[in-house]
């Protein structure tokens, strides 16, 4: 069935630093990509998308491309801040029949002032 | 402005009590979710109900039903808690196809 891996561990870094969260999925058909975003005490968030090969999703200055090729959809970004501190969930969805979501264990992200 | 909606935020239940958690969304979705959260484990999928009317397994459903009750509403219920039932439970609606999931704010249930 589908599924979604994410790099294992907790990523900390300073502010300011370059991030990156890798990625990668198996699927049977031309899913959508997701990233989700979850900050203490909440439930998840859509941080970005892409629907279909070579799309860039991006937003608060993260961004995902999603390579068909190497079935990857890794999440980047320049700078971060002390207020990107957070859980990382990347996800996919197939969208046949009932639309199932498939999410990978999702990363914490420890940004350091 | 409201989304998805659960209650109650926070539970503590004995083992043995039942109890359901409630979800509704005011998106006129047709998709509903719910999903439990543990430490290192991800979301692991429960229920799912693609449409009124339908229910169907996810990848950890023992212990646990469902009802949709209506196109807004989804519970989901634990006839009898378990200790291994704590967990924190997100309830989420998907609209039209690939398009993305809107989740609750959680429900983080102890059972003792």
């Known amino acids: 069935g589908d599924s979604v891996t994410q790099m294992e561990g907790p990523v900390t870094l300073s502010e300011e630093a370059f991030l990156t969260i890798n990625c990668t999925y198996t699927?049977?058909?031309?899913?959508?990509l997701f990233w989700y975003v979850q900050y203490p005490g909440e439930g998840l968030q859509l941080l970005l998308k892409a629907t279909k090969a070579d799309d860039k999703g991006s937003n608060k200055g993260f961004e995902a491309t999603y390579r068909k090729e190497t079935t990857s959809f890794h999440l980047e970004k320049g700078s971060v801040q002390v207020s990107d501190s957070a859980v990382y969930f990347c996800?996919?969805?197939?969208?046949?029949?009932?639309?199932?979501?498939?999410f990978g264990k999702g990363n914490q992200v420890v940004v350091i002032p | 402005n409201a989304g998805v909606t659960q209650t109650p935020k926070f539970q503590v239940l004995k083992t043995g009590q039942s109890m359901t958690l409630q979800c509704a969304q005011d998106m006129n979705h047709n998709s509903m979710y719910w999903y439990r959260q543990d430490p290192g484990m991800g979301l692991r999928l429960i229920y799912y109900s693609a449409s009124e009317g339908t229910t169907d397994k996810g990848e950890v459903p023992n212990g646990y039903n469902v009802s949709r009750l209506n196109k807004r509403e989804f519970s989901l219920r634990l006839e009898s808690a378990a200790p291994s039932q704590t967990s924190v439970y997100f309830c989420a609606s998907v609209g039209t196809v690939n398009t993305e999931a809107f989740f609750g704010q959680g429900t983080r249930l102890t059972v003792v």
């Open positions: 699927a049977t058909g031309y899913p959508s």
């Open positions: 996800a996919l969805s197939e969208g046949y029949g009932n639309n199932r979501l498939a």
